[in-house]
T-cell receptor, first 114, second 113 residues
Framework: KNQVEQSPQSLIILEGKNCTLQ??????????LRWYKQDTGRGPVSLTI?????NTKSNGRYTATLDADTKQSSLHITASQLSDSASYIC?????????????FGKGTHLIIQP | DTGVSQNPRHKITKRGQNVTFRCDPI?????LYWYRQTLGQGPEFLTY????????KSRLLSDRFSAERPKGSFSTLEIQRTEQGDSAMYLC???????????FGQGTRLTVV
């Protein structure tokens, strides 16, 4: 069964500090991996999408890594800001199409404290 | 705004009533997805359409739930005889094809009292 596990479940850090969120997956055959940011009460917004051949991808202060061999991804946030407080959801897509090919993690709830 | 639009944003209904939500996807997107999200959980797949055809349904989609996309553009999700367990955020997403990025709407928050 395709699964996506995220850790930690929740994280509290001080403004300005860096943090790294983890995503482990067992999805086959792998197509791509996406990180979404979801503010409370709003829909998820895409941060990055990575294919099999991509190891690192940056979007401003967000840097995602992908190790397709170990089936792990991380999202590193640099110089955190209060607006980074949100849930970060890892989503892995299986090739072959079909919406069930999108497997969602439960998310990491990140709180940035001033 | 050319993103995915969902209406209403919030809905409070009494148990046993029927509710209907609407999703307007990004215009050139042929795929439309419905998800349900409860507090502290990631979105759970309900169903998806390719154009007007409903191609997959999750086991979560009981016979009280029905979704349509009559002209391959907007979609509606109806819940009949609502139960308190139906209280959740209902998210709609659209994409062009399956492996490309999916864009989400802001969701409809349903509260069944």
């Amino acid at each position: 069964k395709n699964q996506v596990e995220q850790s930690p479940q929740s994280l509290i850090i001080l403004e300005g500090k860096n943090c790294t969120l983890q995503c482990n997956y067992t999805v086959s055959p792998f197509s791509n991996l996406r990180w979404y940011k979801q503010d409370t009460g709003r829909g998820p917004v895409s941060l990055t999408i990575m294919t099999f051949s991509e190891n690192t991808k940056s979007n401003g202060r967000y840097t995602a890594t992908l190790d397709a061999d170990t089936k792990q991804s991380s999202l590193h946030i640099t110089a955190s800001q209060l607006s980074d407080s949100a849930s970060y959801i890892c989503v892995v897509s299986a090739s072959g199409g079909g919406a069930d090919g999108l497997t969602f993690g439960k998310g990491t709830h990140l709180i940035i404290q001033p | 705004d050319t993103g995915v639009s969902q209406n209403p944003r919030h809905k409070i209904t009494k148990r046993g009533q029927n509710v209907t939500f609407r999703c307007d996807p990004i215009s050139e997107h042929n795929r439309l997805y419905w998800y349900r999200q409860t507090l502290g959980q990631g979105p759970e797949f309900l169903t998806y359409f390719q154009n007007e055809a409903q191609l997959e349904k999750s086991r979560l989609l009981s016979d009280r739930f029905s979704a349509e996309r009559p002209k391959g553009s907007f979609s509606t999700l109806e819940i009949q005889r609502t139960e308190q367990g139906d209280s959740a955020m209902y998210l709609c997403a659209s994409s062009f094809g399956g492996a490309t990025e999916a864009f989400f709407g802001q969701g409809t928050r349903l509260t069944v009292v």
